[in-house]
């Protein structure tokens, strides 16, 4: 695609339910991260991937957070059982190279909002 | 400890005027610095991106210098313009290791006023 598209924009989301945002990067990009951004705030790293693999997840707050990207393209981040802490805004980036050592573009981001 | 700071935290100045944004940092090894903007409820996007041999970069009336021996960053707008109200973000590359390797500030807040 031409940029980085994530859906839904917006996620309203009753607490305990399950969630998961996804992320379509830039086509035949490697590197794919997924940031949490409170107002105000810069962007909180989660966790990335280089092609297929999850090289990092030590950002994920605790175990009801995964991520997926099991075809090196397309990435799901899961929330399950969310709490109302959860809400944030939810973007993803994607590069062309490694470690992002290229160009790193961002998605317009998932809002979620659990009430 | 990886750390990016960015001051000041927040900046109003008048249409046409022109500011410095400051960006220190204590990545290391270093690989990049980038200065993005975010519009408000917009994703981050780049200004520039500077390695460790470049010192000045610019992308029209954006002007980014690196001292990477004293580990700072500017980002100097020129002849600001309403459109320049945004936050700005510094995000300093380490060189790769397998982990997580981007680390940004918490940014600046610029309002311009006519």
């Known amino acids: 695609g031409a940029g980085v598209s994530q859906s839904p924009r917006y996620k309203v989301t009753k607490r305990g339910q399950d969630v998961a945002l996804r992320c379509d990067p830039i086509?035949?990009?490697?590197?794919l991260y997924w940031y949490r951004q409170a107002l105000g705030q810069g962007p909180e790293f989660l966790t990335y991937?280089?092609?297929?693999?999850?090289?990092?997840k030590s950002g994920l707050p605790n175990d009801r957070f995964s991520a997926e990207r099991p075809e090196g393209s397309i990435s799901t981040l899961t929330i399950q059982r969310t709490e109302q802490r959860d809400s944030a805004m939810y973007r993803c980036?994607?590069?062309?190279?490694?470690?992002?050592?290229?160009?790193?573009?961002f998605g317009e981001g998932s809002r979620l909002t659990v009430l | 400890k990886n750390q990016v700071e960015q001051s000041p935290q927040s900046l109003i100045i008048l249409e046409g005027k022109n500011c410095t944004l400051q960006?220190?940092?204590?990545?290391?090894?270093?690989?990049?610095l980038r200065w993005y903007k975010q519009d408000t409820g917009r994703g981050p996007v780049s200004l520039t991106i500077?390695?460790?041999?470049?010192n000045t970069k610019s992308n029209g009336r954006y002007t980014a210098t690196l001292d990477a021996d004293t580990k700072q960053s500017s980002l100097h707008i020129t002849a600001s313009q309403l459109s320049d109200s945004a936050s700005y973000i510094c995000?300093?590359?380490?060189?790769?290791?397998?982990?997580?390797?981007?680390?940004f500030g918490t940014g600046t807040r610029l309002t311009v006023i006519p």
């Open positions: 995000v300093v590359s380490a060189a790769g290791t397998g982990a997580n390797n981007l680390f």
């Open positions: 960006c220190n940092y204590t990545v290391s090894p270093f690989s990049n």
């Open positions: 991937f280089n092609y297929e693999a999850q090289q990092d």
């Open positions: 980036a994607s590069s062309s190279r490694p470690l992002a050592a290229g160009e790193l573009f």
């Open positions: 500077m390695t460790f041999s470049e």
């Open positions: 086509s035949g990009h490697v590197s």
